[in-house]
């Protein structure tokens, strides 16, 4: 009994220390909140009534540049060959040629890569100068000089350069409007998003609401605040001009081999030569069906699509831990090391809210840990009237109080943030199930910081490079890949079901009738709904 009154005082100055970690970062994410709120509404009212949106047809319309893709590849084997050819059926672009980065020592890797360039001439093989695994910043830089050498052999030059992952899923569409926008544009990122997850896989679904709020909020704030945004390192592409003038004040290293997040500090180094960066969010009309939950009938509606990269991200929990640690130590760790405090006060700005992630990751649980004790407390009280009674922790009317009041009604901001963006981009159940899995993600946060920051230390102390710290990749079964809908009119004359002479006569009654287009093919006698339905359930 003696040591209570100790056990009571550690346990408030936990929970004073706490509150303030949760009332600063409540309040930087409270500006956030309000920033994107004040910003969607003067858009609303005072910018998009004077523009007219980018349609489906201009970024058709605009003749195809030459494009490069790089595809970094360590120990991709078993997802590499299905990636290649799921792109290169898929996307709605010919002028582009894929570049697979690859090591001497990963025959495996080399074997399924040639076979996709014996099927496709749009894929190229680029051999690492060392054995594997570097990290992927060196491996892209060999991609790059493949690159060079490509353009010389083939006297041609590629307008733009897109990163993706081993592991993506990429809208038809996306490589259509890198070109409209190029050259407009030194650096265009597009959003970036989860497949699809079943209820109950919360290490892998809570990326999708993770990636939800950042490329549906955050990253609009943030090129807003700053005029600049990060790499994703999927999904972004570089103007030629950007990756020469890096290249150029570099030694001719284009990404930083001394960081594990090359991506997020080349977006950095574009601002500082004052290049111009773009983060881009296109949605699309596609026509589906769907079930009425009333009558069950079944009924064509139009959608939007946004124009994205999805790919699975882990699903167990230490392989979460181990992609987010490269993260947390790229962005939080090299990145301060890097980068430093420099530029303006909204880029220091921007610098905190990405390493506060290093304090708020490891308070979050020391949070979850004193509720636990606190309800604990609490309950055994009220079990048992015979019990010790603990002494209130907090008095009501003091300042921890206050503290208290304050953090849980920023908590409550975060819940419904989180559950509106998530409901944006991928409907209601997924939002209603973000609250739980915001808890579980903190849980992976915490160990994967306390994984960064002992590996940093290590490096510190041993001055070893740290090496590419590779998550296992899984690319979607082939009933899962249709999760972008092609364009009716589009997929209806690659099977030969309709004429281009039809699609367009349909078109132009469309535009008479604003009905959808299925409805009108079968009044024009193109198609008969019975079957129109089966395909339009199957696209």
Same mark, same amino acid.
């Given at each position: 009994?003696?040591?209570?009154?100790?056990?009571?005082?550690?346990?408030?100055?936990?929970?004073?220390?706490?509150?303030?970690?949760?009332?600063?970062?409540?309040?930087?994410?409270?500006?956030?909140?309000?920033?994107?709120?004040?910003?969607?509404?003067?858009?609303?009212?005072?910018?998009?009534?004077?523009?007219?949106?980018?349609?489906?047809?201009?970024?058709?319309?605009?003749?195809?540049?030459?494009?490069?893709?790089?595809?970094?590849?360590?120990?991709?084997?078993?997802?590499?060959?299905?990636?290649?050819?799921?792109?290169?059926?898929?996307?709605?672009?010919?002028?582009?040629?894929?570049?697979?980065?690859?090591?001497?020592?990963?025959?495996?890797?080399?074997?399924?890569?040639? @076979?996709?360039?014996?099927?496709?001439?749009?894929?190229?093989?680029?051999?690492?100068?060392?054995?594997?695994?570097?990290?992927?910043?060196?491996?892209?830089?060999?991609?790059?000089?493949?690159?060079?050498?490509?353009?010389?052999?083939?006297?041609?030059?590629?307008?733009?350069?897109?990163?993706?992952?081993?592991?993506?899923?990429?809208?038809?569409?996306?490589? @259509?409007?890198?070109?409209?926008?190029?050259?407009?544009?030194?650096?265009?990122?597009?959003?970036?998003?989860?497949?699809?997850?079943?209820?109950?896989?919360?290490?892998?679904?809570?990326?999708?609401?993770?990636?939800?709020?950042?490329?549906?909020?955050?990253?609009?704030?943030?090129?807003?605040?700053?005029?600049?945004?990060?790499?994703?390192?999927?999904?972004?592409?570089?103007?030629? @001009?950007?990756?020469?003038?890096?290249?150029?004040?570099?030694?001719?290293?284009?990404?930083?081999?001394?960081?594990?997040?090359?991506?997020?500090?080349?977006?950095?180094?574009?601002?500082?030569?004052?290049?111009?960066?773009?983060?881009?969010?296109?949605?699309?009309?596609?026509?589906?069906?769907?079930?009425?939950?009333?009558?069950?009938?079944?009924?064509?509606?139009?959608?939007?699509?946004?124009?994205?990269?999805?790919?699975?991200?882990?699903?167990?929990?230490?392989?979460?831990?181990?992609?987010?640690?490269?993260?947390?130590?790229?962005?939080?760790?090299?990145?301060?090391?890097?980068?430093?405090?420099?530029?303006?006060?909204?880029?220091?700005?921007?610098?905190?809210?990405?390493? @506060?992630?290093?304090?708020?990751?490891?308070?979050?649980?020391?949070?979850?840990?004193?509720?636990?004790?606190?309800?604990?407390?609490?309950?055994?009280?009220?079990?048992?009237?015979?019990?010790?009674?603990?002494?209130?922790?907090?008095?009501?009317?003091?300042?921890?109080?206050?503290?208290?009041?304050?953090?849980?009604?920023?908590?409550?901001?975060?819940?419904?943030?989180?559950?509106?963006?998530?409901?944006?981009?991928?409907?209601?159940?997924?939002?209603?199930?973000?609250?739980?899995?915001?808890?579980?993600?903190?849980?992976?946060?915490?160990?994967?910081?306390?994984?960064?920051?002992?590996?940093?230390?290590?490096?510190?102390?041993?001055?070893?490079?740290?090496?590419?710290?590779?998550?296992?990749?899984?690319?979607?079964?082939?009933?899962?890949?249709?999760?972008?809908?092609?364009?009716?009119?589009?997929?209806?004359?690659?099977?030969?079901?309709?004429?281009?002479?039809?699609?367009?006569?349909?078109?132009?009654?469309?535009?008479?009738?604003?009905?959808?287009?299925?409805?009108?093919?079968?009044?024009?006698?193109?198609?008969?709904?019975?079957?129109?339905?089966?395909?339009?359930?199957?696209?």
């Amino acid at each position: 009994m003696e040591n209570i009154p100790y056990f009571l005082v550690v346990m408030q100055v936990l929970m004073t220390f706490v509150c303030i970690v949760f009332f600063i970062s409540g309040l930087d994410d409270l500006f956030i909140d309000l920033y994107f709120w004040i910003r969607r509404f003067y858009r609303k009212f005072f910018v998009m009534t004077k523009y007219q949106p980018l349609t489906e047809q201009q970024i058709l319309d605009k003749p195809e540049q030459f494009i490069a893709i790089m595809l970094p590849a360590w120990d991709e084997s078993a997802v590499i060959g299905q990636m290649l050819r799921n792109t290169i059926k898929s996307i709605n672009y010919t002028n582009y040629h894929i570049f697979v980065g690859v090591y001497p020592n990963d025959p495996k890797t080399r074997a399924e890569v040639e @076979k996709a360039m014996v099927e496709s001439d749009h894929v190229h093989l680029c051999i690492t100068g060392d054995d594997g695994p570097t990290n992927k910043a060196d491996c892209l830089n060999w991609i790059c000089n493949g690159i060079r050498t490509f353009e010389q052999k083939n006297s041609m030059e590629f307008a733009c350069f897109i990163m993706q992952d081993c592991e993506d899923v990429i809208h038809p569409l996306c490589y @259509k409007l890198f070109n409209y926008l190029f050259p407009k544009a030194d650096m265009v990122q597009l959003p970036v998003l989860s497949l699809n997850r079943k209820w109950y896989e919360f290490t892998g679904a809570h990326y999708q609401d993770e990636f939800a709020q950042l490329h549906y909020k955050d990253l609009p704030v943030r090129e807003s605040i700053t005029k600049s945004i990060p790499a994703a390192g999927v999904g972004v592409a570089f103007s030629r @001009k950007a990756i020469s003038v890096v290249a150029n004040n570099n030694n001719n290293q284009i990404f930083s081999t001394n960081s594990l997040t090359e991506d997020y500090d080349f977006g950095f180094k574009l601002r500082e030569y004052k290049l111009k960066q773009m983060f881009v969010r296109l949605f699309v009309d596609r026509t589906v069906t769907k079930k009425s939950l009333i009558t069950g009938k079944k009924k064509q509606v139009k959608v939007k699509e946004l124009v994205c990269i999805k790919e699975f991200f882990p699903n167990i929990f230490w392989a979460s831990v181990r992609q987010k640690s490269r993260w947390v130590l790229g962005i939080g760790l090299q990145g301060w090391a890097n980068l430093g405090w420099k530029g303006p006060l909204s880029i220091k700005y921007i610098l905190y809210r990405d390493r @506060k992630a290093l304090i708020t990751n490891l308070i979050n649980l020391l949070g979850y840990i004193v509720v636990i004790v606190v309800v604990a407390i609490w309950i055994i009280i009220s079990l048992d009237p015979n019990a010790y009674q603990y002494p209130s922790l907090v008095e009501e009317g003091t300042i921890l109080w206050y503290l208290i009041v304050i953090n849980s009604f920023c908590l409550g901001l975060r819940i419904f943030h989180r559950a509106y963006c998530v409901k944006q981009l991928h409907g209601w159940t997924e939002a209603f199930l973000s609250f739980p899995r915001m808890v579980w993600g903190n849980v992976i946060n915490f160990f994967a910081t306390t994984r960064a920051l002992s590996q940093y230390l290590t490096y510190l102390r041993t001055k070893k490079t740290i090496g590419w710290d590779k998550t296992d990749h899984v690319y979607p079964e082939d009933n899962a890949l249709n999760v972008f809908k092609p364009k009716l009119g589009e997929f209806l004359i690659g099977a030969g079901i309709l004429t281009k002479a039809q699609l367009n006569n349909a078109l132009s009654k469309q535009i008479e009738q604003p009905h959808l287009l299925g409805d009108i093919l079968c009044e024009l006698g193109y198609i008969q709904k019975a079957h129109l339905e089966g395909i339009i359930e199957n696209m």
